[in-house]
Each structure stands twice: as structure tokens, then as C-alpha cells.
């Protein structure tokens, strides 16, 4: 009985994986439930975030410039601040820190009153489309925001503007919803299949009355849960096949990161589910309270985690509470590595916060499994 | 002889409700011990104290010479405990939950003792049945082969044959003194006055007090219950007059022959004398039905 059996580990999982198997619907659902989901709501989402992270590379620091700048701000779609150098542009970009660069090329005033019409370059992060469409959208109207200081002979008329904006959307050139979907879609299926079904695995044997003799046979907590945990990260990871799979075919996703490293980071964000699942499950007195459990958690990841609404539009305590769910971190890191190629220096920032939350809830967990009956 | 089971002072309390209310119980080792009481009476909560699954609120003591508290994970090991309800996976076969039962103990040679256990409680042709699908008899029939399946020295019986047929039930006692022969012990809890007799001892509980204890032909007697019997006819019509009148406790037909019981003597016979008719009645023996039905009628104030 002193400490962990590994052969009543493997017990319990045999037990688990027949139940598993058994119930068919469950198996239909996990199949299903991926699919549904990509189809169905891969395009109905729709945002106006505002203050979007916007920096300025200006090299002059022109007149025309901050009228421009100020113009941007004006819309309220750009929060901007002056960066040093490309180089931090690019990071910006690749961390999410920013969603837009404005270049102003250099003797941009000149170029503006000699009529030959220069280009502003906006680098724009479309991984998430929906997060810049409206912002990029209202670019159009600044084109005559430099008419009060232009000279009259070159002010903006339909055949000739002052400037031009050219938008050079990164990472998701064709701004395809869908592409930013998936990584989401992939973060919520997770969560829908592991946190829920674990959540029920306790309380289950709880309720049909069989928790008594679990009770009663020389089974350690541990070995328990982890036995009704390693069947659904097998599952879960069917359910992230099936999804990027689709996603490759049908939608052509690029998977630009390193595999493996995408199959740890995923492992991790379902120990997460799976750590938290238990944990109510232990708590939870019967299936009625583990579900509402689930759900009173499932919303905030929807809402909070940049899934639903841009992270970067939402209000800063929205910000902060949504920096404690693991999905919005699995989010960034999944967006990040498929569509941005993003290795492990730049999802570790993202990685830790998953894994922190994993160790606390799993102590919890421990600790609230009973191993009596009062 | 060293005890299997000895505890002193239990309690528990649910709420303001005391449902074990310091009990004191001592089962010898090889002994089979029937528990006996209402509805409520605290045996399902007694049995779960004693392999550790609720924590007493008071007292203690030992199962098969380990502390009830501080050793329930070892104590587990070497008992068998048969829950009330079914607790068994029904979406498993019978084969797959005895041998879950196996490995979860670490049992050598797991197929063949499953093979076994199933051969000697007559399980074969249901092996691959599941679970959820066999009848009530064959259900309890399963939890036993399980709780005994890695051999225990110590049966816990939380009503095993609730709801199995006299012939199954039959078989089942059989095959407890069996295993009592070699030196299992058993303590059992029924509601059945025919299994009551095939105990060796029985233990009564009355709101979570040992109120009676001792062999079957003990209780019966020390109960200074007084029983008259008579045979006739239209005997129901009498039962139902006589249960109306002083000091008669019970009044039961059984077939052709009416008992009646109280602990009044003198009462009794008034009212035999006053009814009776044409009723011959003998004074009989107690019988231990009698004396358990006297102790279920009044909760509580039952004498020592
Ligand atoms: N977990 C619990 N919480 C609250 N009350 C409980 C709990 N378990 C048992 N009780 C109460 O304790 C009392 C004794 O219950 P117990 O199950 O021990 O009786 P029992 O003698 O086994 O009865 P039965 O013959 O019906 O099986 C009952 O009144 C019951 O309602
Ligand atoms: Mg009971």
C-alpha cells in the first residue's frame, strides 16, 4: 500500500479505457464535436476592437508626420509609441506585443509637397483578421488628413492623394478567418473534451454508488486520477489530428512551427484541463455541480482569451483576468507556432504561466480527493 | 481465541443525529456474527467505520489487530467488505470487473483465480455478461465472488442477500459457513430471521446502541418474551381483535397457527381468556422472529 503501484495504475486504466470504449456516444461526440465546431463557427465571429498596440518607426520626425500620427490616433483604433529600430518592430510583431507598424519613409514631407505621392507602409499582424479589419478599414479616410498643410496645388483631389497607406498583412496574408480559428478552435475543443469529461470521471463513480468499493480496494488517489486522466489526453490528442488535419486540407493551414515542440506545449495545456477537471470533480458533490463547474469556467476562456474578442481590444482588468487562463496562453502559443513560425524563445513567456497553473490546481486536486465517505 | 473485531465507544454523528452511539462490539475470530436492527439503526454506518470509509467521531479501536483509523489502507488489504448498494462498474463484464477487483489487489496469477472464483460461485455462464444486465441475485452473487476473491480474513456483509431467491440465499450461507470453517469471520447484516438463526452469535442495534447480543437461542430466551400459540380457523379475524387489546405486542398467523407475544404474563392471558373462543393456546418457546419483532416495536427503550 506504500506509495505508488504501478500495476493498480494499470488496473485502473483498463477499467477506464473499457468504460471509455463502451460509450459509444461520448466517442461520437469527441469525434464530432472538432468538426462541427470548425465548420460551424469558423466565420462567425466578428469584432470592433479599438486601441490597438500600433508602433511608429519614423526616422524624421516631420511635420507631416505627426499630423498623420495624430490623424491615426484620431480614429481610435491606434495606440501608438515610437519604436528604435526594426529589429524591435519584428518582435513586436512576432510576440503579439503589436498589431501594426507605421512606416514613414524617410524625407516624407518632401516627397508629400513635390506631388510624388510616397507610400506609408502599415505592417499589420492578420493572424487574427477580425482584430485589424475595422482598423485597417478606416485607413482609407486619412488619406486627406494632410490637407490642411499640404500647398493647394497638390491637395488630395480623386485622381491624386497627397500619400497612400499600403497594408502588408502579416503572417495570414489573405486574412483568413478560418486560419485564426483554428488555432482557437483547437484550444476550445481541448478544453470542451478533457475538462468536461474528466470533470465527470469522479463524481460519476460518486453517484452510481461504485466510489464505496473504489474506496474500500487498495487504490491510492493518484493512481485514480491519473488512470481516468491518460485516457483523454489520448483523445484529446485524436481531436488536434483530426482538427489541423482538416484545417491543412480544406482551409490550407500553414503549420510553419516544429511539430514536436507544438505536441509538448499541447500536452501541457491538457494537463491544465485535466488538472482542473479533477479538481472539481473531487469537490463537486454530484454531476448537476461538476458541470456547472465546467461551464462557470469555460466562459471566461471563451470570452477572456482573445478567442471571441481580440485580447489586445478588451478593457485592461478584462487583460489581466484573462492572463490567468491557461487558454489564453495556449492560444498565443498555438497561433504563434502555426502561423508565425514562433519557436520555443517566444512561446516560453506563454508556456510558463500553463504550467504554473497545472502544478497549483493538481496540489488542489490532491488534497480535496476524499478517501472517505463523510 | 483472539478477536477479529474489537472496538470500543463508536461514534458518529450526521448533523445533530447520533447514528452510532457508543458501540461496543467484540467478533471472535472464525465466528460468523449476524447484525441485526431497523431501518436506521446505524449498521451500514458501523460496518464502513470499521474498514475505515467514514471516520468515527469518537472511540475506536482494532480490526483484525490494526487501529481502525491509523491502519485503515493495511486493514483493507485483508478484508472483504460487500456494499448494501451495488457497487460494482455495470458497464463492464462480470469477467472484467472481477479481474479489475484482482489486479487492483495484486493478486499472483490473476486469470486463474478469476477463472476460479467464477467456477466456485457458479458464474461461468454469465462471465461475459455485463454486469448492469444481470438480475439482482446475480448481481450479489458477483459483489461476493469479488469481495472474497483475494482471500480475506475478514468478511464485512452489508445485507447480501437483499432481494435473492430462498434457493440462491441458501447456497450463499452454505457457502459463508464454509469459508467461516476455514477461519474466514464474518460479520453479517439482514434483515432475515432464517439467516439471524445460521449466525453464531447475533448483535442487535437499536438507534446506534447494542441493545441485544448473544447466540439466537440466547436472545430468545433472555428476552423474557412470553409467546401463546394456537391453531384453528378464521384465525386473521382473531389477530386483528387480539392486536387491539392490553399487553398483547404481536399477533401473527402462520398458516393455520396464530402466535401472540408480550412481556405481560397476566395480561396475555386476559386476553387469550377474553377472545380466545374456541381457541386451545399453549404457551410456546420464544422464537427468535418473535423476540426481533418485539425489539424492532420499540425503538429506543428496549432493555439491555
Ligand atoms: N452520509 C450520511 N449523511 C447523513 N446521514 C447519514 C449518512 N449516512 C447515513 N446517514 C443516516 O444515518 C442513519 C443510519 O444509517 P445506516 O445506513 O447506518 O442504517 P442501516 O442500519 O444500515 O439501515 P438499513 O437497514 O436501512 O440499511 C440513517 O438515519 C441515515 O439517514
Ligand atoms: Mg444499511
Redesign the interface.
Known amino acids: 500500500?506504500n506509495g505508488f503501484?504501478f500495476?493498480?495504475f494499470?488496473?485502473?486504466l483498463?477499467?477506464e479505457w473499457?468504460?471509455v470504449r463502451?460509450?459509444p456516444f461520448t466517442l461520437r461526440m469527441i469525434i464530432a464535436l472538432p468538426v462541427m465546431q470548425l465548420f460551424l463557427f469558423g466565420y462567425a465571429i466578428n469584432a470592433d476592437p479599438k486601441h490597438l498596440p500600433t508602433g511608429l518607426l519614423a526616422v524624421d520626425h516631420s511635420k507631416y508626420e505627426r499630423t498623420l500620427v495624430a490623424a491615426l490616433k484620431n480614429t481610435g483604433y491606434y495606440d501608438i509609441r515610437p519604436l528604435a529600430s526594426e529589429a524591435e518592430a519584428e518582435r513586436g510583431l512576432a510576440d503579439g506585443e503589436l498589431l501594426f507598424v507605421v512606416n514613414i519613409p524617410p524625407n516624407f514631407d518632401r516627397s508629400v509637397d513635390r506631388g510624388e505621392q510616397p507610400s506609408v507602409l502599415m505592417d499589420a499582424d492578420a493572424t487574427d483578421p477580425s482584430a485589424i479589419g475595422n482598423a485597417a478599414a478606416a485607413l482609407a479616410g486619412l488619406v486627406s488628413a494632410l490637407d490642411r498643410d499640404v500647398p493647394q496645388a497638390i491637395q488630395s483631389s480623386p485622381a491624386k492623394a497627397p500619400f497612400q497607406f499600403q497594408l502588408h498583412a502579416r503572417y495570414n496574408p489573405e486574412q483568413l478567418t478560418v486560419l485564426n480559428i483554428v488555432p482557437g478552435l483547437i484550444c476550445i475543443v481541448l478544453t470542451m473534451s478533457t475538462l468536461f469529461v474528466t470533470t465527470l470521471a469522479i463524481t460519476r463513480e460518486t453517484e452510481?454508488?461504485?466510489?464505496?468499493?473504489l474506496?474500500?480496494?487498495?487504490?491510492r488517489p493518484i493512481e485514480v486520477m491519473l488512470a481516468k486522466v491518460v485516457p483523454y489526453i489520448a483523445i484529446g490528442y485524436a481531436q488536434v489530428v483530426i482538427i489541423i488535419a482538416i484545417a491543412v486540407v480544406v482551409f490550407g493551414l500553414p503549420v510553419r512551427g516544429s511539430v514536436p515542440l507544438l505536441t509538448f506545449v499541447l500536452g501541457i495545456f491538457i494537463a491544465s484541463n485535466l488538472a482542473l477537471g479533477i479538481t472539481f470533480s473531487t469537490i463537486a458533490r454530484n454531476q448537476m455541480q461538476a458541470i456547472q463547474m465546467a461551464q462557470f469556467t469555460l466562459l471566461p476562456s471563451f470570452l477572456l482569451s482573445g478567442f471571441m474578442f481580440p485580447f489586445k481590444g478588451m478593457p485592461i482588468w478584462a487583460q489581466w483576468a484573462g492572463e490567468v487562463i491557461p487558454m489564453t496562453h495556449a492560444l498565443r502559443i498555438v497561433r504563434g507556432m502555426l502561423l508565425k513560425g514562433n519557436g520555443f524563445a517566444e512561446i516560453a513567456p506563454d508556456l510558463w504561466p500553463i504550467g504554473a497553473f497545472t502544478l497549483v490546481v493538481a496540489v488542489i486536486a490532491t488534497w480535496s480527493y476524499r478517501v472517505?465517505?463523510? | 481465541m483472539t478477536a477479529a473485531i474489537d472496538v470500543r465507544d463508536l461514534h458518529k454523528r450526521y448533523g445533530e443525529r447520533r447514528v452510532v452511539d457508543g458501540l461496543t462490539l467484540s467478533v471472535a475470530e472464525g465466528e460468523i456474527c449476524g447484525f441485526l436492527g431497523a431501518n436506521g439503526s446505524g449498521k451500514t454506518t458501523t460496518i464502513?467505520m470499521l474498514?475505515?470509509?467514514?471516520?468515527p467521531d469518537g472511540g475506536g479501536g482494532t480490526c483484525l489487530g490494526m487501529d481502525i483509523i491509523r491502519d485503515a489502507?493495511?486493514i483493507?488489504?485483508q478484508i472483504g467488505?460487500m456494499?448494501q448498494?451495488?457497487?460494482?462498474?455495470?458497464?463492464?463484464t462480470v469477467t472484467?470487473n472481477l479481474d479489475?477487483?484482482a489486479?487492483?489487489?495484486?493478486i499472483a496469477n490473476r486469470r486463474e483465480a478469476v477463472k476460479a472464483i467464477i467456477a466456485r460461485m457458479g458464474l461461468a455462464d454469465r462471465a461475459d455478461q455485463l454486469a448492469g444486465q444481470l438480475s439482482g441475485g446475480w448481481k450479489q452473487r458477483l459483489a461476493l465472488a469479488a469481495c472474497v476473491l483475494h482471500k480475506p480474513k475478514l468478511l464485512l456483509l452489508d445485507e447480501p442477500t437483499a432481494g435473492v431467491d430462498a434457493k440462491a440465499r441458501r447456497e450463499f450461507w452454505d457457502l459463508i459457513h464454509d469459508m467461516a470453517a476455514d477461519g474466514l469471520t464474518v460479520l453479517v447484516s439482514t434483515h432475515y430471521m432464517d439467516e439471524a438463526e445460521r449466525c453464531g452469535r447475533i448483535v442487535y442495534l437499536s438507534d446506534g446502541k447494542l441493545v441485544v447480543q448473544g447466540t439466537p437461542d440466547e436472545v430468545a430466551r433472555d428476552s423474557k418474551l412470553v409467546t401463546f400459540r394456537a391453531t384453528g380457523t378464521d384465525l386473521d379475524l382473531v389477530a386483528r381483535a387480539l392486536r387491539t387489546l392490553p399487553g398483547v405486542e404481536s399477533a401473527a398467523v402462520f398458516g393455520s397457527a396464530l402466535h401472540i407475544a408480550g412481556m405481560d404474563r397476566a395480561a396475555l392471558e386476559r386476553a387469550t381468556g377474553s377472545l380466545g373462543g374456541g381457541l386451545v393456546w399453549h404457551e410456546v418457546p420464544p422464537q427468535l422472529e418473535d423476540v426481533l419483532i418485539h425489539l424492532l416495536s420499540q425503538p429506543g427503550k428496549a432493555a439491555a
Not at chain 1, 452510481?208 to 468499493?213: A, D, I, P, S
Not at chain 2, 489486479?103 to 495484486?106: D, L, N, R
Request: glycine share 4%; proline share 4%; net charge positive.
Open positions: 500500500m503501484s500495476r493498480r494499470l488496473a485502473v483498463r477499467k473499457i468504460q463502451r460509450d452510481r454508488g461504485t466510489m464505496e468499493n474506496l474500500a480496494m487498495p487504490v472517505t465517505l463523510d | 464502513r474498514c475505515g470509509l467514514v471516520k489502507p493495511r483493507r488489504l467488505y456494499t448498494r451495488f457497487s460494482f462498474y455495470e458497464d463492464l472484467e479489475f477487483v489486479a487492483v489487489y495484486e
